[in-house]
């Protein structure tokens, strides 16, 4: 086994369980054992237990990302400082300023990568699970946890007449009209679905000064950039995979809907759309979620109630008596 295997078995183990799981649980209450739909159930269960298990991860997404936004303004001085100056040791100054600045506040520019980073090697424990199926079943082995029976059991699964080791590229026997359909519109679904994720975020829960950073530029581009990446790299991907990844896109497609419509980023259109719905029905307005900064601004108040608790009116009275 080489390097990179070695790193990326404890991974296939655990996905191979979770799907086995997954797949005994469904045949006990009485799916066919050797049923596509018993399996892409299992697939679209291991989806589900990886992305709750991230759920905390998301949160503290979140939170960084509120953190960066309430940087903006001293993130764009910082630029200005240093505007101009293009020598090393500008430059390295720059940078450390803006490390501390980072690491004061709690936050960083690569925490929305973190869910992403912490998937991917999941991710391609499948792919090389789904891949090596034929391979396995040839050589009478398993894979991970799944035994050689159950090898075989999903190497002649399929849905529409598509096997789920099949891909688009490389073939993998069944009906290949319903290879190549069913893999055109699970790539369309899963580029579409994370185009829409991105572009909902930067139209809806983005202030203006976010907007208007040199940071956004980047993100502009990898909004057309990634779901090209992801579509050219859909043909080489089995149809388990594709299942997989399809669902994860939904997954985030909806947790962004359900971020941006009860806890958008503050000074971003949702964020004034939340605020005037709360007004209308009459509540209060909600806190900022933020990093340090942010909970160092809604504790700035506090100290001023010593001020007010000062003036007693028992004193007052005492005066007039």
């Not at 090393?88 to 960083?108: D, F, I, P, V, W």
Request: charged share 15%; hydrophobic share 45%.
């Amino acid at each position: 086994m080489d390097f990179f295997g070695t790193i990326m078995a404890p991974f296939k183990w655990l996905v191979s369980v979770i799907m086995v799981g997954f797949h005994e649980g469904l045949s006990f209450i009485g799916l066919p054992a050797a049923s596509g739909w018993t399996w892409t159930l299992s697939i679209i269960g291991l989806v589900l237990v990886l992305r709750a298990a991230l759920i905390p991860v998301f949160v503290k997404q979140i939170k960084a990302q509120r953190g960066m936004q309430l940087l903006q303004p001293d993130l764009k001085k910082l630029q200005d400082k240093y505007k101009g100056k293009t020598d090393q040791l500008s430059r390295q100054a720059m940078a450390q300023e803006q490390m501390a600045m980072y690491k004061k506040h709690g936050t960083n520019p690569f925490s929305a990568c973190l869910p992403m980073l912490i998937q991917m090697p999941f991710f391609f424990a499948l792919f090389q699970v789904l891949s090596g199926i034929s391979q396995a079943k040839d050589q009478g082995q398993g894979i991970g946890a799944m035994s050689h029976d159950q090898v075989v059991q999903f190497d002649q699964s399929s849905i529409f007449g598509a096997p789920l080791s099949a891909s688009l590229l490389h073939g993998g026997g069944g009906n290949q009209v319903a290879v190549w359909t069913l893999s055109i519109i699970m790539i369309l679904a899963m580029t579409a679905s994370q185009f829409i994720t991105q572009k909902q975020i930067m139209a809806k829960n983005m202030s203006e000064e976010a907007m208007a950073s040199p940071f956004m530029r980047q993100q502009k581009m990898m909004l057309y950039i990634l779901p090209i990446v992801f579509g050219v790299g859909g043909i080489n991907f089995p149809i388990g995979v594709l299942i997989y990844w399809t669902t994860t896109n939904l997954w985030t497609m909806g947790q962004q809907f359900f971020v941006i419509r009860r806890m958008p980023t503050p000074g971003s259109p949702a964020a004034k759309a939340l605020a005037e719905r709360r007004a209308a029905k009459g509540l209060p307005a909600l806190p900022i979620l933020g990093g340090k900064k942010a909970e160092e601004t809604a504790a700035d108040p506090e100290p001023e109630k010593p001020k007010g608790q000062r003036i007693q009116p028992q004193r007052k009275n005492r005066k007039k008596k």
